[in-house]
């Protein structure tokens, strides 16, 4: 009998935590180029493979930070992107370690298998290992004069914990208002 007063005392207190209002952000304001974006924020692996797909425009000052579990080599691709992409691969200190402009690439075609369509998209390569990746609308790197070696100054911590957060299954929030 105690031991299922501990399992429905246990139960209550969880669900307890979990209601109490706690909410990953779902966007992030990030400083680039003495500009302030607001970005999507990509914190699991469904919006990290998602990114910027089927979206027909991307904010002046908006885009989308992928926040990456730890520190690896890393490639995107435009599957379903209707328009350009600027790509920014960061390193875990938030120093650029690569930078692409990303086409827009042929829709998938009547009769193309998945497999196919993927196979044929271009690959964009981190080049070494990247913790962070950032997607601006087209010309951003070249407006903003960004180069590699540069740092982009993130709130690492505040980053890697929203990532951990979403790790453990805390749920989003609501976009800005």
């Known amino acids: 009998m105690a031991s299922i007063r ?6 209550a207190l969880w669900m307890t935590a979990c209601s109490n209002g706690a909410r990953l952000p779902t966007h992030q304001e990030i400083a680039i180029g003495g500009e302030t974006w607001v970005l999507e924020l990509a914190l699991d692996d469904d919006s990290i493979r998602r990114g910027l797909m089927h979206r027909e425009t991307i904010p002046d000052d908006g885009g989308m930070l992928f926040i990456f579990p730890d520190s690896d080599y890393r490639s995107f691709w435009m599957a ?26 042929p829709p998938r075609e009547a009769g193309e298998s998945e497999l196919a369509y993927n196979a044929r998209l271009k690959n964009y390569e981190s080049a070494f290992p990247a913790r962070f990746a950032i997607e601006l609308p087209a010309g ?4 903003l004069q960004l180069r590699v070696n540069q740092n982009i100054p993130l709130d690492l911590d505040a980053l890697k914990a929203i990532r951990s957060d979403a790790d453990r299954g805390l749920p989003a929030g ?3 208002g």
């Open 6 to 11: 501990l399992i429905l005392l246990l139960g």
């Open 80 to 105: 379903y992107c209707l328009v350009d992409i600027d790509l920014i691969f960061l390193d875990g200190r938030g120093t650029i370690t690569a930078l692409h402009e990303m086409k827009i690439e």
């Open 140 to 143: 951003s790197i070249e407006r």
């Open 174 to 176: 609501s976009p800005p």
